[in-house]
């Protein structure tokens, strides 16, 4: 994501990249989604927008191919069901690598949760809406 910021003058400065570990997180609530309840592509974009209350908006070709990469990876595997209406669709299913990754990945996340409230807390007390 490009940001331009602005100087205390309010003159314009050069432009600076955040990246966000937003991919990551798409991966990961994926495959919580998909854990025990397959899923269709669609109903995993409005499910990642619902619990995210519309802040994490995934586009429908951001989505596929982040399911076609996690196929191919191994950890999701899919088949074509035929619609009541339209055209087939692919479901998708979580596979015992993607369990596993799954697991590894969020014991992770949670042996960091200190370090990240640590952070949440400067950033309200020292930065938020004061620079």
Do not use: C
């Amino acid at each position: 994501m490009l940001y331009r910021m602005k100087n205390q003058q309010g003159k314009k400065e050069k432009n600076f990249k955040i990246s966000y570990p937003e991919q990551g997180l798409l991966q990961l609530l994926i495959l919580k989604f998909i854990y025990g309840n397959p899923s269709y592509g669609y109903d995993l974009i409005k499910q990642i927008a619902d619990i995210s209350n519309n802040s994490m908006k995934i586009k429908s070709g951001t989505m596929y191919t982040t399911l076609r990469r996690m196929e191919k990876s191994g950890f999701i595997k899919s088949v074509w069901r035929e619609g009541d209406i339209g055209p087939s669709k692919r479901l998708y299913g979580l596979t015992p690598q993607g369990k596993r990754y799954l697991n590894k990945m969020l014991h992770n996340i949670s042996s960091r949760i200190p370090i990240v409230q640590e952070l949440l807390s400067f950033y309200k007390k020292e930065l938020d809406g004061k620079i």
